[in-house]
């Protein structure tokens, strides 16, 4: 089985900074590309940054600036930094890994269960 476990969410006042980490952990032979997806209230779920294992970036162009994501291919952990946050980015956040199991499985695309964040004074 593989799991994906965020952490780091919570409240922050507009202007301020969070930094979510997801972990994938289980039966994992080898992991393409993890990213960060969001779903505010009443709207549909969007891009926010995508990391492949060999460090190459994407992110949603509204955010670009503001969010940094990176990643520890050893811990199969990435991360999300977000700065100068905003009311709209109030969200919920899903980690999600692009990968290949060790049982003999096809690759696939795997989910967490999201990390609130809200931005709010």
């Known amino acids: 089985q593989v799991q994906l476990m965020e952490s780091g969410g919570g409240l922050v006042q507009p202007g301020g900074s969070l930094r979510l980490s997801c972990a994938a952990s289980g039966s994992i032979y080898t992991i393409y590309t993890m990213g960060w997806y969001r779903q505010a209230p009443g709207k549909q779920r969007e891009l926010v940054a995508t990391i492949t294992s060999g460090g190459r970036t994407n992110y949603a162009d509204s955010l670009k600036g503001r969010f940094t994501i990176s990643r520890d291919n050893a811990k199969n952990t990435v991360y999300l930094q977000m700065n100068s946050l905003k009311p709209e980015d109030t969200a919920v956040y899903s980690c999600?890994?692009?990968?290949?199991?060790?049982?003999?499985?096809?690759?696939?695309?795997?989910w967490g269960q999201g990390t609130q964040v809200t931005v709010s004074s």
């Open positions: 999600n890994a692009h990968l290949l199991p060790v049982s003999g499985g096809t690759w696939g695309h795997y």
